[in-house]
């Protein structure tokens, strides 16, 4: 088993670095992260934080904020920092007060009230936003020392695909980049299953 190991984190010569995807090693038990796949919106010498991407939740934006008359617009789970809290991320940093730039046309945060109001209005396409409750995050080289013990695969990952959800999304960037990382797409959750 720990030649298993040892070639899946091989397989993955990058390091994370902001907008980059990261991918649960296959065989991860924890509940929040097990093949989870997390776009990171930061990454540096003080802490890492990004936000799980395949993991809808069953709520919606208009239930966790009822009698705003807003759409039913899915919410995901981002991770367990703060999960009662509602983030977001979105195209909108020119309209949205406050935003925080991550990449090219792409912001987090910002004035809730005021993208409320804009969704309200139709002033935005919704599609181009993504609701998470809570965020994932380590704090200073936590994320260092979890790639050193191989917990996770980094990949490049393209910031317009953000708004896209795929419950399958962590075997679909697998199965697309080939070869052994085809491989490791169709592993069993327990290896000793195989």
Not at 13 to 24: D, E, F, I, N, V
Not at 143 to 168: A, C, G, P, Q
């Amino acid at each position: 088993m720990i030649d298993l190991f040892e070639n899946i984190s091989k397989v993955s010569k990058m390091k994370p670095k902001k907008g980059c995807a990261l991918l649960a090693e296959p065989f991860m038990t924890d509940d929040h992260f097990s093949r989870s796949v997390i776009y990171l919106c930061e990454h540096n010498k003080e802490g890492s934080y990004g936000f799980i991407l395949n993991n809808k939740l069953d709520l919606t934006l208009d239930q966790i904020i009822p009698d705003q008359n807003l759409p039913k617009l899915d919410v995901s789970y981002g991770g367990p920092v703060h999960a009662s809290n509602l983030f977001f991320i979105h195209q909108y940093g020119e309209m949205v007060n406050e935003s925080v730039k991550l990449d090219t046309n792409l912001w987090t945060g910002g004035d809730f009230e005021q993208l409320i109001e804009l969704i309200k209005i139709n002033a935005v396409d919704i599609n181009k936003i993504r609701f998470f409750l809570g965020y994932s995050g380590w704090s200073s080289e936590q994320l260092d020392s979890e790639m050193k013990s191989r917990s996770w695969i980094v990949t490049n990952y393209k910031n317009n695909k953000l708004f896209e959800y795929n419950n399958d999304l962590w075997k679909t960037i697998l199965i697309k980049k080939g070869g052994k990382f085809k491989a490791i797409s169709n592993f069993p959750l327990n290896p000793l299953d195989n």
